[in-house]
């Protein structure tokens, strides 16, 4: 740097570093670098930790009881002399209430989703999205004390005709469509133009009334229900939902506002219409994202703990039949926050072990579920970049 | 729902209490166990706080807890609403600590229905077959034709543990439909909020909101609770770690004392001196 000439020296002189700044600036770098390594190593290395400690207290259950009983028997008495650790129930609860849950809170969150970012003007969205996020907000407990004292009630006392509204909102828009579609079907072969309208009006007649039947001998059955105790698997799913839907909501709004104007506007340009551009272009571009919402939200209702403590009723056992969201059921969670007081070495060590047995398999199902929607993720993305 | 926070700070006291070993204990006295002593040991504790300027420290984590804190030495007191069972005894030995019970005061085992519900008594052995899930119709035990909700306490509980011991049996399985609370409070509002629901309780938590059966005939009420004709009762105990002294010693002697007596009486519970 010397050889430069005297007149550009001075002006350069500003840009040069001298060797010590510049140790100095090496030095600080890579202590800048090194703490944030630091800082994203200890995150990595706690969730090992974690698993490696729940495994090493989780294994000591298997050694001692095998792993038939645990899996495959559905007699939950550990407190019992002999006890008896069947999980089988506890983990069919834990699945049945999360998938009720998803039954809910997808298809809503979904089309909330949707509405949000392709239907609502922007100006309207902007207050809409936070009040949905809001519902995040909310601690599980007081979602747990309103599914006790007012949705448990209220599903108790008027149990029958709560489900026969449900089932009229939710089953007419789509028989409704059901019958539009399925008569237009039937008549395009006619090609008499107002023969076939006659023809579609006596099939839409037809099957309107046949569905308005089979809508209403449902219903009435539904109405007859009567629900024995509210804190069971339904209550629980639909609190879930609740608690699952800003996640949803929230994620896939984000992933089909990603989508871009381009992809929008060159479907538009081809001249499809908004459902057309909103079925056949934006949500296939989405869906990995829209997958990624769900199974966030999926993990949220499995996961959750206070909610199903508090509402489910907490009974081992596996509905009768299978899919009777009416009964109690009981979680891995809850077990594991209600039977921590007593398990202790002191009182027998299965016990004990069992509480980690169950975290495990909480911690693996989520593990696997996670694995499975990266997979698919870059499934997605491989197809949608023409690979 | 104060329950649940009452759960959440009591771990947290078992926390700060392991943390801080018997430093604590050594200027104070620290109770730990049974939610169904629970509101003995709190009024007792203000009173003697109150009388002799001594911290007391009371947390309410089941009777199991109790009996694990006072192994560990962690607490002074164990208060248990059951005997201490043959494990913990031989934990209790390994460690060196040598358990001494004495009797807190009485408590009566309520069973509730809801108010519609007219049974108005039940035997031992009907209350056993519900709970064992042979009894599934309230028309079986002489009420109206509807189905029976069972409701059971969680198996950390010295109520659930005294009610499988009295009632059910200690080798038989309660049915596995039975719905599981968390406490006497959750109990008592499930119960009284469900047609076909049967709970039990202890007795100075069962008031008007549910409706008492008697059993075999009897009536649960505090004099027949103290004079043993009502089948359902059993005694709570303070347990210390060998023969109480000092400060330790005056309080478990409270439920002697004329003032221990009223407060007991006050609660809802039955005096046994």
């Given amino acids: ?387 | 729902m104060k329950k649940q926070w009452g759960r959440a700070l009591s771990v947290i006291a078992l926390v700060v209490i392991v943390a801080n070993g018997r430093a604590e204990a050594k200027n104070g006295i620290v109770l730990d166990g049974s939610t169904t002593v629970g509101p003995i040991a709190k009024s007792f504790a203000a009173f003697f706080m109150n009388k002799y300027h001594v911290p007391v420290t009371v947390s309410e984590s089941g009777s199991g807890n109790g009996a694990k804190s006072l192994i560990n030495k962690s607490c002074d007191i164990a208060s248990m609403s059951r005997s201490m069972k043959p494990q913990e005894l031989a934990a209790a030995k390994t460690k060196g600590v040598n358990p001494v019970s004495s009797v807190v005061a009485l408590d009566g085992l309520a069973i509730v229905v809801h108010p519609s519900n007219p049974v108005k008594t039940l035997t031992i052995a009907q209350v056993a077959d519900i709970y064992k899930g042979r009894v599934t119709n309230w028309r079986q035990v002489g009420g109206p034709n509807f189905p029976i909700v069972v409701i059971q306490r969680e198996s950390n509980s010295g109520t659930q543990e005294s009610f499988k011991d009295l009632v059910v049996g200690k080798e038989t399985p309660v049915v596995g439909s039975a719905e599981t609370q968390a406490s006497n409070g959750a109990v008592k509002s499930r119960v009284s909020l469900t047609r076909g629901a049967i709970g039990f309780l202890g007795l100075g938590f069962a008031d008007a909101s549910v409706k008492k059966v008697a059993v075999n005939g009897i009536y649960p009420t505090p004099l027949t609770v103290k004079n043993g004709s009502y089948p359902l009762s059993r005694p709570l105990f303070f347990v210390t770690d060998g023969q109480p002294s000092g400060f330790v010693k005056q309080f478990v002697e409270l439920p002697k004392s004329a003032d221990g007596k009223k407060i007991i009486k006050e609660l809802g519970f039955v005096n046994k001196y």
Avoid at chain 1, 83 to 88: D, H, M, N, S, V
């Fill in chain 1, 1 to 387: 740097m010397n050889g430069d000439s005297p007149a550009t020296a001075g002006r350069s002189s500003a840009f040069i570093v001298s060797a010590r700044k510049r140790k100095l600036q090496k030095i600080t770098r890579m202590a800048g670098e090194s703490t944030l390594f630091l800082i994203a190593a200890v995150v990595a290395i706690i969730v090992l930790f974690i698993f490696y400690f729940v495994a090493r207290d989780a294994v000591p259950f298997f050694q001692i009881r095998g792993f038939s009983e645990f899996f495959t028997k559905t007699d939950w008495y550990p407190a019992d002399d002999p006890p008896r650790f069947g999980a089988l129930a506890i983990i069919y609860g834990s699945l049945m209430v999360t998938a009720g849950s998803a039954l809910i809170a997808v298809p809503m969150g979904v089309s909330a989703a949707i509405c949000l970012s392709d239907v609502i003007p922007f100006s309207v969205r902007q207050y809409v999205k936070p009040i949905i996020e809001m519902l995040a907000a909310i601690p599980s407990v007081a979602f747990g004390f309103f599914a006790l004292v007012i949705l448990a009630p209220l599903l108790q006392n008027f149990g029958g005709p709560i489900l026969m509204w449900t089932w009229w909102l939710i089953a007419s828009p789509f028989l409704l469509l059901a019958v539009i579609v399925v008569s237009e079907l039937l008549s395009t072969s006619i090609q008499d133009d107002s023969r076939r309208r006659v023809v579609q009006r006596i099939l839409v007649a037809v099957f309107g009334l046949l569905s308005l039947l089979f809508l209403f001998f449902v219903g009435k059955h539904l109405q007859e229900i009567q629900i024995l105790t509210g804190t069971n698997a339904l209550n629980v799913s639909i609190i879930l939902s609740f608690m699952a839907l800003p996640t949803i909501v929230s994620v896939s709004e984000d992933a089909l506002q990603a989508v871009g104007r381009d992809l929008r506007e060159g479907s538009y340009a081809l001249g499809a219409t908004r459902a057309e551009t909103i079925v056949k272009i934006i949500l296939p571009a989405a869906s990995s994202g829209i997958l990624a919402a769900v199974i966030l939200g999926i993990m949220r209702s499995l996961g959750e703990t206070m909610v199903v403590w508090m509402a489910s009723g907490n009974s081992s056992h596996v509905p009768e039949p299978w899919y009777n969201y009416l009964e109690s059921v009981r979680t891995l969670t809850a077990t594991i926050a209600g039977d921590m007081g007593e398990a202790d070495q002191v009182t027998g060590s299965a016990r004990f072990h069992v509480l980690f047995a169950m975290g495990l398999l909480l911690l693996v199902i989520s593990f696997i579920s996670n694995f499975i929607s990266e997979r698919i993720v870059v499934r997605q993305r491989k197809v949608l970049s023409g690979q």
